[in-house]
């Protein structure tokens, strides 16, 4: 038929949000505050309660309450949601993401130059 554009489905979903996601941070204050580690916190809460994938979002919120968000550092955080991803990775069956890489995925591009 014609090109026309149509809904996400659960992977093109799931794909654009972790980019989003992880994006936020690799770019999350190196020192932040203590309200905006607060809000950071409420952000993955109020983001697990309304992401749009039913399942998804269950077992994201089941996650998070076993392991908090963790926001008082960039590292931290970048490394929090690393880890929370490949909890999700594990369940589908792919493949496990090296989380001392992720500032290079997201935010400085790979040490070789590929993304140069
Ligand atoms: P994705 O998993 O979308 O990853 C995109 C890119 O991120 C990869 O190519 C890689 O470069 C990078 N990456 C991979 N792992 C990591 C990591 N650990 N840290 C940093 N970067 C990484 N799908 C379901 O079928 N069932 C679910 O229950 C489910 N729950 C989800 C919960 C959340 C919160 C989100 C955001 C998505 C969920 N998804 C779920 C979607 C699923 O995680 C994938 O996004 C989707 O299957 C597409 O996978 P993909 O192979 O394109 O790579």
Redesign the pocket.
Known sequence: LEDKECPLD??????S???F??TMASYYPEKPTKSEAEKMVQFFNI??QF?P?E???L??QDDIKKNPPKTKTREELAKW??????T??K??G????D?SK?HE??KDGWLDGSCD
């Open positions: 659960k992977e093109e979903l799931g794909k949000t972790w980019g996601l992880h983001f697990s992401y994938c399942p998804c979002a077992d994201f949601l690393c880890d929370r991803h490949n999700v990775n369940k589908l792919k493949p496990m993401f989380c992720v995925r997201w």
